[in-house]
């Protein structure tokens, strides 16, 4: 072997032993990198969150934000998603995995600990791509102690209303609608208007029209307070407490989740009752036919071991049991025990009784149609505060055109196999 071949040898071998130093340090500066998170939680929350991941000795890092969905569309424009994001519903997630931007969850928790209609929920496809990891109950009321209401329609005054959100106003606008239909209508119809099943378009049928309307005559019967709900947040005046116990014109009851309470406060808390909605609803009483849910859904959008890891850890019995008890929030994992506290247990025997849960319908609904939902209801009691008629008909019929647009642009595209458990 000549001399220069054995300089080149050398070299080529340097050459290698540094490309694999290379290598190792990538990967160990990959392995160091934090799990990126992006949620909808702020404040006292976001604190409750980010310790209940420090205790699984991951290293991440937390974004929260109201305005999620503009906040994500911009990083996966960009071509850096975060890791992981938890989205208030499945409607845009459903999106993301048509879109081939998520990861599947196969395998990173049993589906089966969270029953119906949340192991349904996440799945898509075939494929499991979000796991919710908080729970809250509608199609409930809160009242303010010594103010329980009777079994039967509420009149317009003793509602507290709030249209206003950070992310997406109006939304306390669709609950009503929801809910009117949910109790009016039972789980069937429903599930296939939620979910724009067969050729019916749902949106201007019977069903959902007259909820409409029996919300919207609700309204006009103190256009005063309708006026105050559409300039008001649905959380109360900041740092207050509660449109419950801040609320316009001594109103003495809230059509809101179980979420409320952050709202109230544990001391205010402790001065409220609920009952469920359907008594109250307007042109009722009606029974109870299912309770409207809402969930956070966790979602992957890469796919680093680590990012892996946590997923499963939060997803797990005893990550879901240490949320809820760190944070005071209920889990869709049925196997986590629930809260102590008397308006806590009520919430959790709805939650885990016998009648049926329905995913609240909006959030299953693709984000254009669930923002037209939003915009209709804001433009109703926009119309009624002006004492002017808001022409359900013609806005069910535009909410209807973005439907139809929709189901022609994604046809074939994945959908939640149901909304309603079979309880």
């Known amino acids: 072997m000549t001399r220069r071949f054995k300089v080149l040898v050398l070299l080529v071998v340097m050459l290698l032993i540094t490309v694999g130093s290379m290598v190792v340090v990538w990967a160990q500066r990959d392995d160091e990198e934090p799990v990126t998170i992006l949620g909808t939680w702020t404040s006292t929350q976001e604190q409750q969150f980010t310790d209940v991941l420090r205790g699984f000795g991951i290293p991440f890092r937390y974004q929260g934000t109201a305005a999620q969905r503009e906040v994500l569309l911009s990083k996966v424009q960009s071509g850096e998603p975060p890791d992981i994001v938890i989205m208030p519903g499945i409607g845009e997630l459903a999106e993301y995995a048509d879109q081939h931007r998520l990861q599947s969850l196969d395998g990173l928790y049993d589906p089966q600990q969270y029953g119906s209609p949340w192991n349904s929920a996440g799945t898509i496809g075939g494929h499991l791509y979000g796991v919710p990891v908080k729970a809250d109950l509608k199609s409930i009321v809160w009242y303010r102690q010594g103010h329980r209401p009777a079994d039967s329609p509420a009149p317009m005054k003793s509602w507290c209303m709030g249209m206003g959100d950070d992310g997406a106003s109006g939304w306390p606008g669709s609950d009503w609608i929801e809910d009117l239909v949910l109790q009016r209508e039972g789980p069937g119809i429903y599930e296939k208007w939620a979910l724009a099943k067969g050729k019916v378009k749902w949106w201007t049928s019977d069903p959902v029209r007259d909820a409409w309307q029996a919300w919207a005559d609700l309204l006009k019967k103190d256009r005063g307070a309708a006026e105050h709900a559409l300039l008001t947040d649905h959380r109360g005046a ?183 458990s079979t309880r």
């Not at 979420?259 to 409220?272: E, I, L, N, V, W």
């Open 238 to 420: 900041p740092e207050g407490h509660g449109l419950l116990f801040t609320g316009w014109g001594g109103c003495t009851l809230e059509h809101q989740g179980s979420f409320a309470r952050s709202f109230y406060g544990k001391k205010d808390t402790q001065h409220t009752g609920l009952m469920d909605s359907a008594p109250l609803l307007p042109a009722g009483p009606e029974r109870v036919r299912a309770h409207e849910v809402t969930g956070d859904f966790a979602a992957l959008f890469s796919n680093r071991p680590q990012a892996r890891e946590l997923i499963e850890r939060l997803a797990s019995k005893a990550g879901q049991q240490t949320w809820a008890d760190t944070a005071d929030v209920f889990s869709a994992n049925r196997q986590v025990q629930s809260q102590h506290g008397t308006v806590e247990r009520e919430i959790a025997r709805r939650l885990t009784g016998a009648v049926p849960l329905c995913l609240d319908a909006s959030d299953v609904m693709p984000p254009s149609v669930r923002d037209a939902f939003y915009e209709a209801a804001l433009l109703t009691i926009a119309k009624v505060s002006a004492k002017q008629d808001p022409d359900i008909p013609e806005l069910l019929k535009n909410i209807q055109n973005v439907q139809d647009a929709w189901k022609e642009q994604h046809a074939g595209a994945p959908a939640p196999r149901t909304v309603c």
